[in-house]
């Protein structure tokens, strides 16, 4: 039987309540500048990256803190390459330069972006985090919550590790704040 350690700062929700507990916040400083429009982080998935680490297959649910799916929700993902580098032009400014490889030859693209469906489920295709950064950063948006910035860290002590992994992303509905001003809610 094969042997994983999945570490989740995406809690699981709970099937047992009927509140889900959110998803740990994350911020990292290597968000893309500009995303790939694709649930596929392979660009050609005929030719994997060389020297690289498995396939996988990411399956998960946006569900609000009632533990209600999510749907149409725009869900973004990054991760470093085979070599422990974003092969991106990063958003942010604040970061170290030795992480990025602009130069590199392989068909892993790094990020990509997926919508939710009307059940709230997303899915992507990408490869096991095989540096030292053993972690995938997530961004989910939609008009009716807060950004929420998270990620999942993925361990295993096998040597081949699970090819799909599945999770649900617990979010904050926006409070609205409406008052009555001559019977009128604004």
Known sequence: MQRFLLVFLLFYSSSFGSKCTASKKYL???????FNL???LLSD???PPENCSSQITLKGRILDEE???????RVY???VGCDGKYPYYPLRTKINYELINLDTQNSFLGSGMAIADKDGAFNFITIYPCSKIKHINFKVQSKIIQTLYTKIEIKTDSPTPPT??????VVQRQKTQGYRDKGIIK
């Open 38 to 40: 694709t649930n596929n």
């Open 164 to 169: 799909q992994y599945q999770f649900d992303i």
């Open 45 to 47: 998935y005929k030719n």
């Open 28 to 34: 990292d400083n290597y968000e893309p500048e500009v």
């Open 67 to 73: 533990c209600n799916p999510l749907p149409y929700a």
């Open 77 to 79: 993902i990054w991760q």
